[in-house]
């Protein structure tokens, strides 16, 4: 959901527009919904590190001419950087919603839970 906010006008337009489409979605949703007792919470993750982002990481070094180390750092720059200096695990995004389906988060809804690594800068 990164770029819902920070489109990559080159290349991810559409896909840029349709998640920022959903963002906006998901919180009229809450206001509908919230007195039925049910929760609209938005997990927005950064680049994670699927087995199809590993071999998009592998296409891109053999067309580069690269490592994949590089590739990654490449993607990394693209993005704008992310501070912590990774892409996301999957565990890293699925921690994060089992708590939000948790009892322990009963009382959210109509929020958007960023988990980016930093990528989106904050004021």
Do not use: C
């Amino acid at each position: 959901m990164v770029l819902a906010r920070l489109p990559l006008y080159d290349s991810t337009l559409p896909y840029a527009a349709a998640k920022a489409g959903l963002l906006n979605y998901s919180k009229g949703l809450s206001n509908e919904v919230a007195d039925k007792g049910v929760r609209v919470l938005t997990a927005s993750p950064g680049w994670i590190m699927t087995h199809a982002a590993t071999r998009m990481m592998k296409l891109i070094a053999e067309i580069s001419r690269v490592t994949i180390e590089q590739a990654k750092h490449s993607v990394i720059d693209a993005l704008g950087g992310i501070p912590i200096g990774r892409p996301a695990w999957p565990e890293d995004v699925a921690e994060l919603v089992g708590f939000l389906v948790s009892q322990r988060a009963s009382y959210l809804t109509r929020t958007e839970y960023v988990i980016d690594g930093g990528t989106i800068p904050t004021i």
